[in-house]
């Protein structure tokens, strides 16, 4: 029997004592004795514990997977790591020779000799703090560590989008850390590397910036003779360093000049040793933010005033093309005006330190490349959803959008570069680059692929160098446009310096806070532009003189109830509305698109578009129109406009001059019935339709009709005095 066997009852030590026993040390319960005497347990009991082990499935020893273990393996590495747990973290060092089980014990001893209470105090607080830390970064991570514990143990996916944009703009900003580290200017200037003797700073002036200089000379007395060229070099490099430059111009201020007398001094400390910048730096970089804003501003401005030229011009849009053509002008313009906003919003927040990752946008055309991305990762956020990419354009975009964004790297079809790799590899210098590029096509066309994927920097280095030289050669195909136009995105998020997927995210977040959609369309003069080119029976828009004339003969009073029941697009209506605000105006007209038109102006629709079937009744002060003249149509509408005239009621109507020259009999007893009700008709001015939108050569006459009194046109008509027949009408 072993040794645990024949130990005294409870001397047997079982996985479940070992877990107790980790749980007093995490909780600070044990003392150092008795984690020793645990200890000596443990051992006494290697077998029972290997055995309840080997009891053990594999999922049970190793939920997260054993990788290429076998049970016997993984089980002993349990026991190494059930023994070393007694050594609190302590290093165990041993030799593998000649018995590596047995040094290993040894070493383990000789630790869990060195435990004390204070240690034990101290891991139970470590694992405290450890495991709230824990706790907060599943709960509530704010840290990139934190994030990148609750990532490993939840995944990425159960973050929200707000925590998720977070998290990018932790890594976004801690790789543009690392950059500045590496790539950005030093902050400290190494001292001089020979010994030089500089004396100043002298007082001078630049004539021709007018500003005062610091100037520090060379000294001559100490260096009579010219210095070295590398040592005179290194000076002047130096000199950079501190925003200053050598210059011998005027006679009497030659050496290096500064525009700051600490500028000055400073760079004269690199001849004791090594010189802090950070001043230098701050000063340089305030100057690049401010010449930022107003080149931002300054573009926008431009922008701006451009695209208000272009929507302030007159064009012709009397054709359907014409009108097309029109509108995507204005369009652009608008988008324009939209983006010069969108700069000016970029320069406020760059100004106001509140931008980071657009900081560096300069030129329209990078404005234009982020909001495609945006556009981008908006479908790509409504495909993800299951909707229809298409449902995203005109939306705003959202944080949740710029989670979906993508880096723009190039995709070039293999049979373009391969054919264009070829072409090139006969030109001097190119083959290497070339037999590169052929490469890449074969590994894509081994994957099943047509395309060829450069993704990341050193793919799109390649791209360019093999775009670089079939320039350099002088070629020009469809394929070297081509290539630059998939470089074109990639290059200006480089001279961004947006050089991650992480940093293009935070620079769409910023894009998005400061993003002003475009003014839509008027809504009428899309419907009016829809209605170009488009026949319709019987349509002519009453030109602006002709519309004063018929408002000038309704003698309008406040108040009064005007009918136009041939309204067309309201032309006539917006005359009268404008001469008489207090009018209520009633309108008629079958067209669908002029109904809409004539709802967006605000004004009441009768439902029934069809003048004729409107009921007559006496109920109208007013009535103006412009009626169509085909097929004397004009005449059936004026007499049943006058039937729908109050008493002492006016109606003003543009008639067309066949009316009063045709011999038939329907204008004949037309004339008749004119002269009965006392109306009278005067000719309009020559060309007056043909200065109309939808142009006419017909001639026209204005007729005024005054109701009477009393008149028996109601009777004939079937309506008693003083009885009111109501008109049902469509709100605006």
Not at 659 to 664: G, L, N, P, W
Request: proline residues 4%; glycine residues 8%; charged residues 30%.
């Amino acid at each position: 029997m072993s040794t645990a066997q024949n130990a005294l009852p409870g001397e047997v030590y079982m996985l479940a004592d070992h877990e107790e026993t980790v749980r007093r040390l995490k909780s600070g319960e044990i003392t150092n004795e008795e984690w020793k005497a645990a200890y000596e347990r443990l051992k006494a009991s290697k077998q029972i514990i290997l055995a309840e082990l080997s009891r053990k499935t594999m999922k049970e020893l190793a939920p997260r997977g054993a990788g290429r273990d076998n049970k016997a393996t993984l089980i002993g590495r349990i026991w190494e790591r059930m023994l070393q747990r007694y050594a609190l973290g302590q290093t165990i060092a041993y030799s593998p020779f000649p018995n590596p089980e047995r040094s290993f014990q040894d070493a383990v001893d000789a630790a869990v000799a060195k435990v004390t209470d204070e240690m034990l105090r101290k891991y139970a607080e470590d694992v405290r703090r450890n495991t709230d830390a824990f706790k907060k970064a599943l709960e509530n991570p704010e840290t990139l560590e934190e994030f990148e514990t609750f990532i490993s143990f939840n995944g990425a996916e159960k973050l929200t989008p707000e925590q998720a944009a977070f998290y990018e703009e932790l890594k976004a900003r801690d790789q543009m850390e690392m950059r500045n580290r590496y790539d950005g200017p030093k902050t400290v200037v190494e001292g001089f590397s020979e010994e030089v003797h500089l004396a100043g700073p002298f007082n001078g002036y630049h004539s021709k910036k007018n500003i005062p200089l610091w100037i520090v000379k060379i000294d001559r007395e100490k260096h009579p003779e010219r210095l070295p060229r590398a040592i005179f070099n290194d000076l002047n490099r130096n000199a950079g360093m501190f925003d200053g430059w050598w210059s011998s111009y005027v006679q009497g201020q030659a050496g290096f000049q500064f525009k700051t007398e600490d500028a000055a001094r400073q760079f004269m400390g690199l001849a004791g040793g090594s010189v802090d910048r950070a001043n230098i730096l701050a000063a340089r970089e305030e100057r690049k933010t401010e010449a930022a804003v107003e080149t931002l501003r300054t573009k926008a401005e431009t922008l701006a005033s451009g695209a208000e030229e272009e929507l302030a011009k007159d064009r012709e849009t009397n054709t359907a093309r014409r009108a097309e053509m029109a509108a995507a002008i204005e369009a652009r313009a608008r988008d324009e005006i939209a983006m010069a906003e969108i700069l000016d919003q970029v320069a406020d927040g760059i100004g106001k330190r509140t931008i980071m990752f657009l900081k560096t946008l300069r030129h329209y055309a990078d404005l234009e490349t982020l909001l495609s991305l945006l556009r981008h990762s908006q479908r790509n956020r409504a495909k993800a959803e299951g909707r229809d990419g298409r449902q995203a354009e005109g939306v705003a975009p959202a944080l949740e959008d710029t989670l979906r964004a993508e880096m723009p790297w190039p995709s070039v079809s293999v049979e373009t570069l391969t054919s264009a790799a070829h072409t090139l590899s006969s030109r001097k210098g190119c083959l290497l680059v070339s037999r590169r590029i052929i490469r890449c096509c074969r590994e894509a066309q081994s994957n099943g692929g047509d395309q060829v994927d450069f993704i990341g920097w050193r793919m799109v280095d390649l791209l360019e160098e093999f775009h670089q030289k079939a320039k350099g050669a002088g070629l020009r195909y469809d394929w070297t446009d081509s290539i630059a136009g998939q470089l074109a995105d990639i290059r200006r998020l480089r001279r961004m310096k947006i050089e991650t997927l992480d940093q293009l995210r935070c620079a769409l977040r910023e894009l998005v806070a400061v993003y002003v959609a475009a003014e839509p369309e008027d809504p009428i003069r899309r419907l009016e532009r829809e209605l170009i080119g488009r026949r319709i029976p019987g349509y002519h828009n009453t030109p602006p003189e002709g519309v004063a004339i018929v408002v000038e003969k309704l003698d309008l009073f406040e108040g009064a109830d005007v009918l136009e029941p041939s309204a067309g697009k309201g032309s006539i209506a917006d005359g009268i509305r404008k001469a008489c605000p207090s009018a209520v105006i009633t309108c008629v007209e079958p067209v669908g698109t002029l109904r809409q038109i004539l709802r967006l102006r605000g004004y009441d629709l009768m439902e029934t578009g069809d003048f004729l079937e409107v009921d007559c009744w006496p109920g109208f002060d007013r009535i103006a129109m412009n009626p169509p003249f085909e097929n004397g149509q004009d005449i059936e509408h004026v007499r049943h406009a006058f039937e729908m005239l109050k008493p002492s009621g006016r109606l003003a109507a543009i008639m067309s001059e066949g009316a009063f020259s045709r011999t038939d009999r329907k204008t004949s007893d037309f004339r008749d019935w004119l002269d009965e009700v006392g109306g009278e008709a005067e000719e309009l001015p020559d060309g007056l339709s043909l200065e109309s939108d939808r142009p006419a050569a017909v001639k026209t006459r204005i007729v005024v009709i005054d109701k009477p009194e009393e008149s028996a046109a109601g009777a004939s008509a079937g309506v008693k005095e003083g009885e009111v027949v109501p008109v049902t009408a469509a709100g605006a």
